[in-house]
């Protein structure tokens, strides 16, 4: 329903830009930002951002109450298969900007990891780190996993391909001693695993994304759920091995039923861009989303959005930054 809104109100704004005359319209332009799935967090991060650096045609001025977008800029949240199907869709040029974590962007860039064969997206560039991500790993209650190496033997959802969760769950797998062999493994959404968790065809499934993330906050109000910890030598190897993950703390009552705090570790949530886009483009975007305005959009629209600072906007990144992005850090003196 999101989705459609925003695509909804795009094709608004170019048909308010027809009527404004030819002008008008010609000064148009649309920049997606690619996330993940609808159930997870980069879905409504998306939109907020979407919304903050939008300006259409027609709009009132910032200085009199309206947008403090990029003027005649429409952007849009685009649902997506997550961090590795947004670097490719970048990379391929079929999209302006997207999400990715870390160690997917660190990754792409280099040409190591998962795309070592592929050979390294030289063109990815950064425009800002935007949150942690919590690594989530979901069992039922009843399940009898109370660490990751119970989970042997069981039927565990690891999430699609092109997702940076499956890519993390993999890595986290191999710390403890485990394959895709080991476990019976399925290859989907966060929310259509805990359909079939729901309805006890599912033990546990791996989720990568800020909390509360909608899929589990709506598993765990009908069923009972534990977060499993990733802690102990085996994940401290995980950390000495792989730079880009990190300690992190998912609070008690994040989730109903989950009343202590979890372990777990994390990686940083990126939004990601192209040499491609012109410089003067991603300064003005940038700027846009570091405005008073945007501020007060991310802290009041989603759980995550107060996060999302100036001052952690370059935290963790491992890739070259956008120059546009570049220009905007250096005269807002968060980089010298």
Known sequence: M???FIQFTA?????????IGVSGAQDIQFFRIATGGTAGTYF???GLIANAISNPPGS?????GGSCGVPGLVATAVASNGSVANVN?????SLESGFSQSDVAYWAYTGTGIFADKGAVDKVR???NLYPESIHLVARADAGIQSVADLKGKKVSLDEPGSGTLVD??????AYGLSESDVEAEFLKPNQAADLMRDGNMDAFFFVGGFPAGAITELATSLSITLVPITGTEAEGLLGKYQFFAKHVVPAGTYKGVDTDTDTVSVGAQWITSTDQKDDLVYEITKALWNKNSRALLDSGHAKGKSITLETALDGIGIPLHPGAERYYKEAGVLK
């Open 2 to 4: 999101f989705e459609r």
């Open 11 to 19: 094709a608004a704004c170019l048909a308010s830009a027809l009527a």
């Open 44 to 46: 409504p991060i998306g």
């Open 60 to 64: 009132r001025a910032c200085e009199e």
């Open 89 to 93: 869709g970048i990379n391929g040029g």
């Open 126 to 128: 950064a425009i800002a």
């Open 169 to 174: 769950a993999r890595l986290i797998l191999e």
